[in-house]
């Protein structure tokens, strides 16, 4: 983790905010068309905790959860993988979409791999 580049820090840390931002408001049109809202609470608990790891090893920043809660984050981020990546190649190169989930591709894997460095601690 060591030899992130501090741009590729930050966009990272922007992108989960940026997802969490959006989860934040899926959650609540769901909520209000009384929609079953189990599997964006996960997520969102899952990208709050990814975001809490990267901010965690890059920035000594201290976070409240539980091995448990971070193991289940961990599968929750990994299983977000497929269906980023089957989006991903059906935008053309260079287009703003793609180069969203390029960032966002980096920072899951990052995120992952924090949660994984912790563990094996």
């Given at each position: 983790m060591e030899n992130v580049?501090?741009?590729?820090?930050?966009?990272?840390?922007?992108?989960?905010?940026?997802?969490?931002?959006?989860?934040?408001?899926?959650?609540?049109?769901?909520?209000?068309?009384?929609?079953?809202?189990?599997?964006v609470n996960k997520r969102l608990k899952a990208s709050c905790i990814g975001?809490?790891?990267?901010e965690n090893?890059?920035?000594q920043s201290p976070h409240q959860y539980t091995e448990e809660d971070i193991a289940e984050a961990r599968?929750?981020?990994?299983?977000?993988?497929?269906?980023?990546e089957n989006s991903y190649t059906k935008l053309k190169a260079g287009s703003?979409?793609?180069t969203?989930?390029?960032?966002?591709?980096?920072?899951?894997?990052?995120a992952i791999q924090a949660i994984d460095d912790f563990s094996n601690e």
């Amino acid at each position: 983790m060591e030899n992130v580049s501090n741009k590729d820090k930050l966009k990272s840390i922007k992108s989960f905010q940026s997802t969490i931002r959006k989860l934040e408001k899926t959650l609540a049109t769901m909520t209000q068309k009384g929609a079953n809202t189990t599997l964006v609470n996960k997520r969102l608990k899952a990208s709050c905790i990814g975001l809490a790891m990267l901010e965690n090893v890059w920035n000594q920043s201290p976070h409240q959860y539980t091995e448990e809660d971070i193991a289940e984050a961990r599968n929750v981020l990994t299983g977000l993988f497929p269906s980023i990546e089957n989006s991903y190649t059906k935008l053309k190169a260079g287009s703003p979409q793609r180069t969203l989930l390029e960032r966002r591709i980096k920072a899951l894997e990052l995120a992952i791999q924090a949660i994984d460095d912790f563990s094996n601690e």
